[in-house]
């Protein structure tokens, strides 16, 4: 059972792990709601989407 909670996109089948401990996590999840501003962006438990969606996270560290 996790309890990790993810942003995931509907519409690309992407996904970012949320850890509000970490700061550099809270710039990956700006750049991936700014990327899917237009998409269906929603919060789910990581059980949800691990092997339907991409995990996008590494992606968008830089
Ligand atoms: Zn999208």
New binding site residues.
Partial sequence: MSFIMVRA??????YVVINPANPSNQKIIKKFEL??A????VTLSISEVKGYYENVGKKLLF
């Fill in positions: 996109c509907h519409r690309c089948k992407e990327k899917h237009r998409h269906t962006i």
